[in-house]
């Protein structure tokens, strides 16, 4: 009996959603453009976070020795240089290293040029790592003020793009995510309250015969869920799509040699579940808001 009533409430569910066939279609069409565009923001953040951590592996800030130290006093310094915040590990770097790093730059044929260049024309020097890319101004800072150190080199305006780009984006992200939740709750609450308001007198009639509030209510919550996972499920092959199709454009270009874009298989099950949770959330919280007032007879 159980079974059958069950059978009953999910049938009636399924019935609802092709009986009011359009308003069904715009609560799907509504659901795929939000999570879309809560997709299209998360992992937008997503790649920018890949490449701050890419960057943070390596970028690095040059610190130069002073000319006038020899290297072992300019070895020396690396201790120093240990014991600054945000410093994950230092490289030394001797002058015939940073020499021989230099002259590999070029092709093999073009080499040649550089056979009369000589280790004193570099200074030793110190290759630093950070822990936390938006803290490299104050480790830039820091190092200079490191006795022995005669200049640096850091890549301060990317780093300060990148992490500007990550604020900005998580921000927007965070701010649609609501607003865009709160739209998808509402146009599905509209939806199902649609279609309680044409059964209102069936639903009455159930009422007065003793059927519970939950057996009324499951066939809308059926509903809701269904219409949720659906446009999760279409949201996510949707933004799949995009996501190849801004890949593809992406690796044609310039663009291709500074970014670091992950391939979508490595994100598509944490989305795709995300996106049936949300799509299951706003059905039955939809579902149960439009039902709520119509059960009060």
């Not at 409430?9 to 809560?38: N, P, Q, W």
């Not at 938006?134 to 080199?153: C, E, F, N, Y």
């Not at 607003?179 to 009639?205: D, H």
Request: net charge negative; glycine share 6%.
């Amino acid at each position: 009996m159980k079974i059958n009533r069950l059978g009953y409430l999910i049938k009636e569910g399924l019935r609802s959603v092709f009986t009011h066939g359009f308003m069904s279609f715009a609560c799907v069409v509504v659901i795929v453009a939000c999570l879309l565009i809560m997709g299209v923001f998360s992992v937008l953040a997503y790649v920018v976070d890949v490449n701050i951590d890419n960057l943070e592996q390596q970028n690095e800030i040059l610190a130069f020795v002073d000319e006038n130290l020899d290297e072992a006093q300019a070895r020396e310094i690396g201790k120093r240089l240990e014991a600054i915040d945000n410093v994950k590990r230092v490289e030394f770097i001797t002058r015939e290293e940073a020499m021989q790093n230099f002259i590999a730059r070029y092709p093999a044929e073009e080499q040649d040029m550089f056979s009369d260049l000589t280790p004193s024309v570099f200074r030793d020097r110190y290759v630093i790592y950070m822990d936390d890319l938006a803290l490299m101004d104050r480790t830039d800072a820091a190092v200079k003020t490191v006795a022995g150190i005669a200049d640096t080199s850091a890549y301060l305006e990317l780093s300060r793009g990148f992490i500007a780009l990550r604020n900005v984006v998580t921000i927007v992200s965070v701010i649609l995510i609501v607003i865009l939740f709160v739209v998808s709750v509402f146009i599905m609450q509209n939806t199902i309250k649609l279609a309680t308001f044409s059964r209102r007198e069936e639903i009455g009639i159930m009422k007065m015969v003793g059927a519970s509030n939950g057996f009324i209510r499951c066939p809308f919550v059926v509903e809701g869920l269904i219409l949720g996972l659906l446009g999760g499920a279409i949201a996510f092959f949707v933004l799949w799509g995009v996501y190849q199709l801004a890949c593809d454009r992406i690796m044609t270009g310039m663009i291709a040699n500074i970014l670091v874009i992950p391939s979508f298989r490595s994100i598509m099950y944490p989305i795709l579940v995300i996106y049936l949770v949300i799509g299951l959330i706003v059905g039955t919280f939809g579902s149960n808001i439009a039902i709520r007032k119509f059960l009060k007879v």
